[in-house]
């Protein structure tokens, strides 16, 4: 029986929980600790979030973090920067058309490295 590394086999993945951890530590920030392990999580239980619900739980420029995938699903009436893991392209358009900015969590973490003032959405 071979015993097989845990967590998940995405490279981009892993190496986002390893930049989580540090910074969790480093920043003493429990949002980012938070995020890595949600992300352990196996792929299946990860969340998809359409931006209708973003537009819902949202106010007008404000940091959210999806630990998943955006879908485009809806529409978005203010401005948001929104961090995830991936994007479907309509989600991107829409959220940049609405003068938001979809940025990765890693681009979320060197913005905001104390984790103050954004919301996970899941």
Same mark, same amino acid.
């Given at each position: 029986?071979? @015993? /097989? ?22 920043? =003493? ?10 992300? =352990?999580?196996?792929? /299946? ?9 973003? @537009? ?20 978005? @009436? ?20 609405? @003068?938001? !900015? ?16 954004? !919301?996970?959405? /899941?």
């Amino acid at each position: 029986m071979v @015993n /097989r590394d845990k967590g998940p086999t995405n490279p981009l993945v892993a190496s986002l929980i390893v930049e989580l951890r540090k910074a969790s530590t480093n920043n =003493q920030a429990a949002i980012w600790r938070t995020i890595f392990k949600i992300l =352990q999580k196996p792929r /299946r239980q990860r969340t998809e979030v359409n931006l209708s619900k973003i @537009n819902r739980y949202t106010k007008e420029n404000e940091q959210v973090i999806v630990p998943g995938k955006v879908l485009g699903t809806g529409e978005l @009436n203010h401005s948001v920067v929104v961090a995830a893991i991936a994007f479907s392209q309509s989600a991107k358009d829409k959220i940049t058309a609405a @003068n938001g !900015r979809a940025i990765t969590i890693s681009n979320l973490v060197e913005e905001n490295p104390k984790g103050s003032g954004i !919301r996970i959405i /899941r």
